[in-house]
């Protein structure tokens, strides 16, 4: 099993950046694949972004791209989203997610495919 608790949420203005992290306990993370989800208010669990921890490799939904990098601390068992140029669209609560068996990026797209989450941690943009 893995535990999974996020952290780094919080009030940020328009243009500014925040940096989130997911810590997991419980076992090495080698094989797995680490995804990062959000939920907006009144909208469903949508696709941040995603690593394999095994090589690295990420993914990013396109309202994303360019503005949130994904990166995994080994040492730590920590995956960060170091998030920039933040907009109002960003407000959400963030969850972290993992799941035990890498897959293709096609299904880590897919949080049904997630075996473990985290409690979420709240992101507000504001201007």
């Known amino acids: 099993q893995v535990q999974l608790v996020e952290s780094g949420g919080g009030l940020v203005q328009t243009g500014g950046s925040l940096r989130l992290s997911c810590a997991a306990s419980g076992r090495s993370l080698s094989s797995y694949a680490m995804g990062w989800f959000r939920q907006a208010q009144g909208k469903e669990r949508e696709f941040v972004a995603v690593i394999k921890w095994a090589n690295g490799c990420t993914y990013y939904a396109d309202s994303v791209k360019r503005r949130f990098t994904i990166s995994r601390d080994n040492a730590k068992n920590t995956v960060n989203l170091q998030m920039a140029s933040l907009n109002l669209e960003d407000t959400a609560v963030y969850y972290c997610?993992?799941?035990?068996?890498?897959?293709?990026?096609?299904?880590?797209?897919?949080?049904?495919?997630?075996?473990?989450w985290g409690q979420g941690t709240q992101v507000t943009v504001s201007s």
């Open positions: 997610a993992a799941r035990s068996d890498s897959l293709y990026v096609s299904r880590l797209l897919d949080l049904k495919q997630y075996d473990y």
